[in-house]
């Protein structure tokens, strides 16, 4: 398996942690978003379908779209699956809910933030909605008691929401202020193989 990732990408970091928990090797490309995307590599500008990371590569299959990639993985290692149909779906509006909401709030408001950019609306608009996912998924977790998204078991449901959540303070997010969520990202911390994304996400030598 070959993954096109960035070391500021949450969207990379989530199939990488996946990978990560499930201890498959796989080769990492660390691609520059600095560069233009008319003058990133060859390879990469062959594979990446919307000139985007991640891109992961398995025999034949190239998929772009973390998301997408986290379906495709579950189903083919059959690992982070949910336990029954029920569950399929509940994890399926997660992804959804998560590209949309989480994945989209908090990484441009750390995108913001991160690079001291001069965008006083869009901070408030980002940062608005960021606290209104975090108090979305702490309600998740004070009205059920269930350890994960979907139950005792983690999907890739947790793994996809989680992943922008463990850069939280680079948005200057303070998650403790959201215990419910605080305590499951504690529990992802503690699965056998959690890495935290500076060093999951660094670029490698080959
Ligand atoms: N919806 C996509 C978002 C991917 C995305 O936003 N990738 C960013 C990095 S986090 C990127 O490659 N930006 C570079 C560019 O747009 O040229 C996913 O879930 O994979």
Same mark, same amino acid.
């Given at each position: 398996m070959k993954l096109f990732g960035n070391s500021n990408s949450g969207h990379s970091y989530k199939v990488a942690l996946f990978l990560q928990l499930s201890a498959i090797d796989y080769e990492?490309?660390?691609?520059?978003?600095?560069?233009?995307? %008319?003058?990133?590599?060859?390879? $990469?500008?062959?594979?990446?379908? *919307?000139? #985007?990371?991640? =891109?992961?590569?398995h025999g034949?299959?190239?998929l772009s779209?973390?998301?997408?990639?986290?379906?495709?993985? %579950?189903?083919?290692?059959?690992? $982070?699956?949910?336990?029954?149909? *029920?569950? #399929?779906?509940? =994890?399926?509006?997660w992804l959804f809910w998560e590209a949309n909401r989480i994945g989209f709030s908090l990484s441009n408001l750390r995108h913001i933030r991160r690079l001291n950019l001069n965008q006083k609306d869009l901070e408030a608009y980002y940062e608005r909605r960021t606290k209104d996912d975090l108090d979305r998924l702490n309600l998740e977790f004070s009205q059920n008691d269930k350890a994960f998204l979907i139950s005792e078991?983690?999907?890739i449901a947790d793994i996809a929401c989680c992943g922008y959540l463990?850069?939280?303070e680079q948005a200057k997010i303070d998650v403790d202020q959201w215990p419910a969520v605080y305590a499951w990202l504690t529990r992802i911390r503690?699965?056998?193989?959690?890495?935290?994304?500076?060093i999951l996400m660094a670029e490698r030598k080959p």
């Open positions: 990492y490309v660390h691609i520059s978003l600095a560069t233009d995307r %008319a003058h990133r590599s060859d390879e $990469f500008r062959h594979f990446a379908k *919307f000139d #985007e990371v991640p =891109v992961l590569i034949d299959i190239v779209q973390s998301n997408a990639i986290l379906l495709y993985l %579950a189903q083919k290692l059959r690992r $982070f699956e949910p336990m029954s149909e *029920f569950g #399929e779906n509940e =994890v399926r509006q078991l983690p999907t463990f850069w939280a503690t699965l056998p193989g959690w890495t935290e994304p500076s």
